[in-house]
């Protein structure tokens, strides 16, 4: 029987096991132009011990960014500032994919250079509030995104993918779920467009899949991994039957040989099921325990099949050494919610390890 503590092959990559350490914003980007920072580094090469590190949302170019003090890479100095990062979690035995997030409509004009304003499919608002510096402010209508700039953006993506494998990253992860730009041409409440990147299925998924193309033209599907959340309706998305236009998606993406896929699962499981089916390659699901953190219950998934690799978030935050954890069925930490975004080394660098 096959565990979560066995080792895997991804993208031509020996993991030592099958625990994936989720993508997680910090938003402790504090270095000049979003870089990252040395303590950064640090968080990162304490919890070296994933099977695959998936690090915080990367914004692929200025104007995808949506939160204060979140890491870039599209300049020549954020490349430099991941290398440090990459280099020592490789000293450390740890694989490390970057997670190219561009966050469309979910942002505000005070979070990005002068001039610029969130994009998006369709100019559709989100419902809420996003977090400032200057404090809580409503969500912009954003800008609709026309054929060139559609365009522009895909080739933002491939450009720094190629600058995460020059910043040592292991590969790259795209970012399709939770409601940001990937997600926002998937869902019908948010992607309006009659033209060839809205209407039907096909065309929701377009973007998705060009990006996907894109991307693995640049650096090769071995280093791409993409991220996908079906249903899922944070930031106010509404996909009220997303089976259709995911299973498209596989469908259209299977060919390309990525490294994986990754599902954020909702409650629905019988979907998960589904797509594990048509997904031909290495299958990483974050399980869906709303409203609980994911816990070692979530290995029996390796053991059954439902999943080659299960990734946790919270978990994972607050014990950098939780491969070692689950192995020996605990202590956790408890995760501090207050300092999860922002701050010092306080909820961030600063959690014990066993051996501590």
């Given at each position: 029987?096959?565990?979560?503590?066995?080792?895997?092959?991804?993208?031509?990559?020996?993991?030592?096991?099958?625990?994936?350490?989720?993508?997680?914003?910090?938003?402790?980007?504090?270095?000049?132009?979003?870089?990252?920072?040395?303590?950064?580094?640090?968080?990162?090469?304490?919890?070296?011990?994933?099977?695959?590190?998936?690090?915080?949302?990367?914004?692929?170019?200025?104007?995808?960014?949506?939160?204060?003090?979140?890491?870039?890479?599209?300049?020549?100095?954020?490349?430099?500032?991941?290398?440090?990062?990459?280099?020592?979690?490789?000293?450390?035995?740890?694989?490390?994919?970057?997670?190219?997030?561009?966050?469309?409509?979910?942002?505000?004009?005070?979070?990005?250079?002068?001039?610029?304003?969130?994009?998006?499919?369709?100019?559709?608002?989100?419902?809420?509030?996003?977090?400032?510096?200057?404090?809580?402010?409503?969500?912009?209508?954003?800008?609709?995104?026309?054929?060139?700039?559609?365009?522009?953006?895909?080739?933002?993506?491939?450009?720094?993918?190629?600058?995460?494998?020059?910043?040592?990253?292991?590969?790259?992860?795209?970012?399709?779920?939770?409601?940001?730009?990937?997600?926002?041409?998937?869902?019908?409440?948010?992607?309006?467009?009659?033209?060839?990147?809205?209407?039907?299925?096909?065309?929701?998924?377009?973007?998705?899949?060009?990006?996907?193309?894109?991307?693995?033209?640049?650096?090769?599907?071995?280093?791409?991994?993409?991220?996908?959340?079906?249903?899922?309706?944070?930031?106010?998305?509404?996909?009220?039957?997303?089976?259709?236009?995911?299973?498209?998606?596989?469908?259209?993406?299977?060919?390309?040989?990525?490294?994986?896929?990754?599902?954020?699962?909702?409650?629905?499981?019988?979907?998960?099921?589904?797509?594990?089916k048509a997904w031909p390659g290495v299958f990483v699901l974050n399980p869906f325990t709303h409203p609980e953190v994911t816990g070692?219950?979530?290995?029996?998934?390796?053991?059954?099949?439902?999943?080659d690799m299960v990734a946790y978030g919270a978990l994972f935050l607050a014990n950098p050494d939780l491969p070692a954890r689950l192995?020996?069925?605990?202590?956790?930490?408890?995760?501090?919610?207050?300092?999860?975004?922002?701050?010092?080394?306080?909820?961030?660098?600063?959690?014990?390890?066993?051996?501590?």
């Amino acid at each position: 029987m096959t565990t979560a503590f066995d080792p895997i092959v991804l993208g031509g990559r020996r993991l030592a096991s099958r625990i994936a350490m989720a993508p997680m914003t910090r938003s402790r980007a504090h270095g000049p132009g979003a870089e990252p920072t040395a303590l950064m580094a640090e968080y990162y090469t304490q919890r070296a011990g994933a099977g695959l590190i998936v690090t915080e949302g990367i914004q692929p170019s200025p104007v995808g960014q949506g939160y204060p003090d979140t890491p870039g890479l599209h300049t020549a100095g954020q490349v430099a500032a991941w290398r440090s990062v990459t280099d020592a979690v490789h000293r450390e035995g740890g694989v490390i994919f970057a997670q190219l997030m561009h966050t469309g409509r979910i942002g505000h004009p005070s979070l990005l250079p002068e001039g610029l304003v969130p994009v998006a499919p369709s100019a559709v608002a989100a419902k809420g509030q996003v977090f400032t510096h200057e404090g809580p402010k409503e969500y912009v209508t954003p800008k609709e995104l026309s054929e060139a700039e559609i365009r522009q953006t895909i080739a933002d993506f491939a450009t720094a993918a190629r600058n995460a494998t020059e910043a040592g990253f292991d590969g790259v992860e795209i970012h399709g779920a939770n409601g940001y730009l990937v997600h926002q041409f998937l869902a019908p409440n948010t992607n309006l467009r009659t033209d060839g990147w809205g209407g039907g299925v096909e065309g929701r998924i377009r973007f998705a899949v060009e990006v996907v193309t894109a991307v693995t033209e640049a650096i090769g599907g071995d280093r791409v991994g993409l991220r996908i959340s079906p249903g899922n309706p944070y930031n106010d998305i509404a996909e009220p039957q997303p089976g259709e236009a995911y299973e498209a998606l596989i469908e259209r993406i299977a060919g390309l040989d990525l490294a994986y896929l990754h599902l954020m699962e909702g409650p629905d499981r019988d979907l998960t099921t589904r797509l594990r089916k048509a997904w031909p390659g290495v299958f990483v699901l974050n399980p869906f325990t709303h409203p609980e953190v994911t816990g070692p219950e979530a290995l029996k998934l390796v053991e059954d099949g439902t999943a080659d690799m299960v990734a946790y978030g919270a978990l994972f935050l607050a014990n950098p050494d939780l491969p070692a954890r689950l192995a020996a069925g605990g202590p956790f930490n408890t995760p501090d919610a207050a300092t999860f975004y922002g701050g010092d080394h306080r909820g961030y660098t600063d959690y014990p390890t066993l051996s501590a």
